[in-house]
Nanobody
Framework: QVRLVESGGGSVQAGGSLRLSCTASGFLFNNYCVAWFRQAPGQEREGVAGVDRGGSTRYADSVKERFTISRDNAKNTLFLQMNSLKPEDTAMYYC??????????????????WGQGTQVTVSS
């Protein structure tokens, strides 16, 4: 059974940090592009960051220099280190996977395997 399970969300004050994890099972994780998306209430889901099969990374402009995506293929786990958090980063964060070498472009419609999400709340 293909499964993605996120963890690490929570509530922090602006300027704080969180590290999200996403553990995969049921598929060959290292053969997949994996990415993080987020969705705030009343807004569309948007791509945050992705890491290609070969390790290349890409980020939304809004999170560059603050967020770092990484993957540990030996542990079938995807990470998102989030620093200098802002209230506008508040959203449900989802990890997603697709069987391609590249994550570009980071459109939700291009991904067909999703986790259930983990909530991140940043207060001012």
């Amino acid at each position: 059974q293909v499964r993605l399970v996120e963890s690490g969300g929570g509530s922090v004050q602006a300027g704080g940090s969180l590290r999200l994890s996403c553990t995969a099972s049921g598929f060959l994780f290292n053969n997949y592009c994996v990415a993080w998306f987020r969705q705030a209430p009343g807004q569309e889901r948007e791509g945050v960051a992705g890491v290609d099969r070969g390790g290349s990374t890409r980020y939304a402009d809004s999170v560059k220099e603050r967020f770092t995506i990484s993957r540990d293929n030996a542990k079938n786990t995807l990470f998102l280190q989030m620093n200098s958090l802002k209230p506008e980063d508040t959203a449900m964060y989802y990890c997603a996977a697709r069987w391609t070498s590249t994550c570009a472009p980071l459109y939700p419609s291009n991904f067909y395997t999703w986790g259930q999400g983990t909530q991140v709340t940043v207060s001012s």
